[in-house]
């Protein structure tokens, strides 16, 4: 395809990619995770699981996308030469609408505290606070409209195209997302008792680790990484030739632990200091942080106004990134398969979206929209972060190690011999061929029951 775009620098590379990574996964789903799941072993399983199985997998998406220069679906059935193969790709765009439906909900949560923030509204007490959570979650209007809001940003982004649209606006959000991080964490960790909420972010408690513990730490790992989606292999395909993939996933994958770690310690140090326990799961940054904001900063109440509206702003930006890399992946699709143009294939996606984040925003609190005995927004964050990202890694990995050609995975990993990452080329391959799908496998056994 001639008019295929293409990241401009390598600095872009890193930005937009590291922005799909960079999301809600790091500044909402880990910071509760690591509440629920004992703080600092959590943490531990969590960077096992990016070492062994996110690096490795994101370098498979990479290898696949690179190569194939095409959409998630072409690129799978062309780099195993087998039209099933195009099957992965599918299920993965399948995937990432279905997480952008919900995610976009989530994100909507974010602009509707942001301007909240702004005006001043989440002053209250407790009980407030809480109230207003449920009643704004709950209403069946707002929130939708939100979301659908969220999602059309997001469309008029990707419209203006992989260089003008996703680069541009990685290269400007993620710079300010981590400046904002760093503020609020400062402001964090130098609050009284603050020590609390470090120390249940480093130091270990192994008794905390379960087979849950791994189960929850492999799900949040992928999905922080944007992994087991194609997103990462459709992102590969505006790489340039000279991309060095190893060095480009670590870069990635630490930035991405990086900014968790800082989520957690501008979340619990604050939490701590008010005596607010850490495991209160998902609304932890809807329901307790205002809490916290305000108690925290009660003895300079304009500080704790500030960093409520930086808090949220921050979310926002951190949304947006990741919600542009998982439009882009159906775009992609519709605009080279359907051979749509650009803008038609972005509304088609964003209309399909905008429906399911219409589903999965009345589900909440209402107890009649639901699959499988769960909300319907609480059922596909399972079914996608669980079952459907795992699959698609596995699947992704069997292929790139056992059913694809051995010198084109070499030649993309090491760049034509080019790069001094081909001493690592052995591990990777073990890693990609065994530890991964093995896993993985048991991972899904067990989560199913059968062992
Ligand atoms: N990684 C993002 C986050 O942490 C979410 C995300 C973006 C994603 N693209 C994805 C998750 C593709 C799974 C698949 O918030």
Known sequence: MKDRGHFGSKIGIVLATAGSAVGLGNIWRFP???????GAAFILVYLGCILFLGIPGMLSEFIVGRHSQSNAARAYASFSGGKAWGLVGILGILTSTIILGFYSVVAGWCLQYLGASVTGQLKGDPTYVLHYFQSFSGNPVKPAILGIAFILITHFIVVRGVRNGIERASKLLMPLLFILLLVIVVASVTLPDASKGIEFLLKPDFSKVTTKVFLEALGQ???????????????????????????????????????????????????????????????????????????????????????????????????????????????????????????????????????????????????????????????????TAQVMLPAGAMLTSILVGWCASKTIVREEFTNNETSRSKVFYPAYLFCVRYIVPVSIFLILMHEFGVI
């Open 32 to 38: 509760y995770m690591t509440g629920q799941n004992g």
């Open 221 to 383: 790992a992928f999905f922080s990484l944007s992994l087991g989606t194609a997103c990462l292999c459709t992102y590969a395909s505006y790489f340039s030739r000279h991309t060095h993939l190893l060095q480009s996933a670590s870069q990635i994958a630490l930035i991405d632990f990086l900014i968790a770690l800082l989520a957690g310690l501008m979340i619990f140090p604050a939490a701590f200091s008010v005596g607010v326990q850490p495991d209160s799961g998902p609304s932890l940054i809807f329901i307790t942080l205002p809490n916290v904001f305000q108690q925290a900063f009660s003895f300079m109440p304009i500080l704790g106004y500030v960093i409520s509206i930086l808090f949220y702003a921050l979310l926002v930006f951190a949304a947006l990134t990741s919600t542009i890399s998982m439009h882009e992946i159906g775009t992609a699709f519709f605009h080279e398969e359907l051979k749509l143009r650009r803008s038609r294939a972005a509304w088609v996606l964003t209309v399909v979206c905008s429906v399911i984040a219409v589903f999965c925003s009345l589900s909440v609190g209402k107890p009649d929209l639901q699959l499988f005995g769960k909300p319907l927004m609480d059922f596909c964050d399972f079914l």
